[in-house]
């Protein structure tokens, strides 16, 4: 099809062609990532199966992914961004360390319970201040 760039509807045509497109790459990307990191139960046959439907047949295939698969790959990326979110916490947490106010807090409990001196638990303050 030769696309008249000097008409409007001609550059409307063509904007909404690449749409399609990218969209399609878009869910094609998405039904890849999902067979081969987040679906851990389906077999490496079916998965095959799969991809060369989406090779041979890549619409109709997306499509019918989409509609047979569509629930069990959103609870997938759910959890996946789920355990992401989680890791990155706990990295933070461990990075981190204990705030001051911790620090602070432990040491005067150190203090109170006679397991340290006041001069101890001056330095530790300044040290946790610092």
């Known amino acids: 099809m030769d696309f008249d760039w000097d008409s409007f509807w001609g550059l409307i045509w063509y904007s ?13 990307f998405n039904i890849i990532v999902d067979l081969f990191w987040r679906d851990h139960k389906t077999s490496g046959w079916v998965k095959a199966i799969w991809v060369i439907f989406l090779i041979v047949f890549p619409y109709l295939t997306a499509l019918v992914y989409l509609i047979a698969r569509g629930k069990g790959m959103a609870e997938r990326a759910r959890e996946s961004a789920l355990s992401a979110q989680q890791q990155a916490d706990d990295y933070i947490r461990q990075a ?20 340290i001196t006041q001069a101890e638990f001056d330095s530790l303050k300044a040290k946790a201040l610092s």
């Open 96 to 115: 981190a360390g204990r705030s001051p106010a911790q620090e602070i807090a432990d040491a005067k409990n150190l203090l109170e319970t006679g397991t």
């Open 16 to 28: 909404l062609v690449i749409f399609a497109f990218i969209a399609y790459l878009i869910i094609l």
